[in-house]
């Protein structure tokens, strides 16, 4: 039943569940528009609410005095997995246990998607003024619909990526293009953006055929984008050099640039439980010990993983470069065991005293190392939520994009905003969408980059030279523009205000 005093807008929240990557820069969208003022709810499975109402209570903790800090309340719906024939609190895809479960996680999510209508609808205290949907939770537009109230979408991408995404819809430039190799440019962006030499293999999932597994959700996805009422982008307006401009011309929708989300709060792994692991304490007491900006930080995302082979050959570059290094690895435990061998005899991960290659196994406190001082560069796979961290922390990178958007992401770090090195990837790294469809007859492709071109790029970035000055120059610049954007008066500032204002 709706309050009688309260006047609020209300901004209930449905963070794709797909990936931990979403559920964090929604938790901390919900954050930010409870710190102007709004009340927040999020409204997500058991698994991913616990993480969730983790950086909630932290947000809450250092920041009680701000004004909406209270306002902000996490919802857990039951996710109806095991009638999709999934294992219990496999509520993500880095839960599931083979390709074979992605459809299954899908039938799944959409399942919820009925529960939660039925909790919007039926039982939830407050009505909305405004619901805000994550790029997979489809459904959410008839929520929106039944309830009266508009739909906003939060792909988790950059404006750039998502512009890039639009002018290839319109243009389909890769129809044209010989084979999935072939070299093409995105058409129609104006200088200084560019996106060249994109190849077929590299776009994200959007422009995999229908036939294709998760090919159906995409076509689903698409349609949803087209009848959304607005964008929510966690970027910041300088940062995408008029991105979100023509993305809000291209769409013809509201697009408001709300971030770098994750500057809701200090980077601080102190307070957070999810930080307070023993891994988390040994990596930031590591860094501790290190000169400033000396470090390399290598990692992945938040389930990347590479094939042995792959992994050897950077591992081989890791330990033999100049520059201590801080390598996060993510299904360490499933490696084959002359690998782990590897690591055990060649890394400190296990205690080798003597290496200067760290070695930190499971979920790393990301955000507190990147703004440490010790950390002088990234090998990132530019995932976004990676890349705008990297961005605010005024750090540089070296490109190692995996799949989805992030070759595009790449373009934008390396040719754009010159802050990257490319390490040379030209074909996607396999994950669970495309092994699901090699398994349907897709063309899965093994591409080794070599334990020399790994070690040339990072040298690249670790460089004191001209280039290497210059790239680090441009990334504290936009270090300063990433904090002044949420600043009072900044611009992401006064676009959440402008958000809340529109529902008041
Ligand atoms: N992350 C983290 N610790 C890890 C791995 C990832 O804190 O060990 C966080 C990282 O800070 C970022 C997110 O997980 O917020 C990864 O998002 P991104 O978009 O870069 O990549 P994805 O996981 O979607 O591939």
């Keep these: 039943m709706e309050s009688a005093t309260n006047t609020k807008p209300h901004f209930v929240l449905f963070p794709w569940t797909g990936t931990i990557s979403h559920v964090i820069p929604m938790t901390d969208l919900g954050c930010l528009l409870a710190s102007h003022g709004a009340d927040v709810t999020i409204v ?11 950086r909630v209570d932290r947000f809450t903790a250092e920041t009680p005095h701000a004004a909406g800090a209270a306002g902000i309340t996490v919802t857990a719906i039951p996710f109806p997995g095991a009638d999709a024939g999934l294992p219990d609190g496999c509520e ?11 459809p299954r996680f899908f039938a799944a999510n959409n399942a919820h998607g009925e529960a939660v209508a039925r909790h919007c609808l039926d039982e939830a205290p407050r009505r909305p003024s405004c619901v805000i949907s994550g ?4 459904w959410a ?25 639009e002018r290839l819809y319109e243009h389909r430039p890769h129809e044209a293009a010989a084979s999935p190799d072939t070299p093409f440019d995105v058409p129609d962006l104006p200088p200084p953006l560019r996106c060249r030499d994109l190849t077929t293999r590299q776009l994200p999932p959007h422009f995999m055929p229908p036939a294709s597994v998760g090919g159906k959700a995409l076509q689903g996805m698409r349609e949803f984008d087209l009848a959304a009422d607005g964008i929510v982008v ?45 891994d988390a304490r040994r990596c930031m007491a590591w860094l501790d010990a290190k000169e400033p900006r000396s470090v390399v930080y290598v990692s992945f995302g938040s389930a990347g993983r590479m094939p042995p082979a792959q992994l050897m050959q950077l591992g081989m570059a890791l330990v033999s470069c100049p520059s201590p290094v801080l390598w996060i690895i993510k299904g360490a435990d499933s490696l084959p065991g002359e690998v782990k061998e590897w690591l055990r005899e060649n890394t400190d991960g296990d205690g080798v005293a003597g290496s200067k290659c760290l070695v930190v196994r499971g979920w790393a406190p990301q ?7 010790a950390v002088g560069g990234f090998m990132t796979h530019c995932g976004w939520g990676s890349t705008l961290e990297a961005v605010a922390a005024g750090v540089p990178m070296a490109t190692w994009p995996f799949f989805a958007e992030q070759f595009i992401n790449e373009r934008l770090v390396v040719d754009v905003l010159g802050i990257g090195v490319p390490v040379g990837v030209t074909k996607p790294t396999e994950n669970v969408f495309t092994a699901a469809n090699a398994a349907d007859g897709g063309e899965a492709v093994a591409e080794v980059m070599g334990m020399e071109q790994v070690k040339k790029a990072l040298e690249a970035l670790m460089d004191h030279g001209p280039e ?3 790239r680090r120059k441009k990334a504290q610049e936009l270090k300063l523009k990433a904090k002044g954007a949420l600043e009072e008066g900044g611009s992401s500032y006064n676009n959440l205000e402008n958000l809340i204002q529109s529902f008041a």
């Design 234 to 278: 966690n970027t910041f307006e300088e940062l995408e050099r008029g991105s979100a401009a023509l993305l809000a011309e291209a769409t013809g929708k509201k697009v408001v640039a709300v971030g770098s989300v994750a500057l809701c709060r200090s980077p601080s792994p102190g307070l957070d439980p999810v930080f307070m692991s023993d």
């Design 468 to 470: 290497g000055e210059e």
């Design 135 to 138: 790029m997979c939770q489809t």
């Design 92 to 102: 993500r895809l880095d839960l599931i246990r083979s390709p074979d479960d992605v």
């Design 141 to 165: 537009l008839d929520v929106a619909r039944d309830l009266g109230v508009p739909c906003y979408v939060f792909h988790g991408f950059g404006a750039f990526a998502m512009l890039c995404i």
């Design 44 to 54: 997500t499975t058991p698994v991913n609410a616990a993480i969730s109402q983790s």
């Design 367 to 373: 955000v507190a190392i990147l703004a440490h001082p």
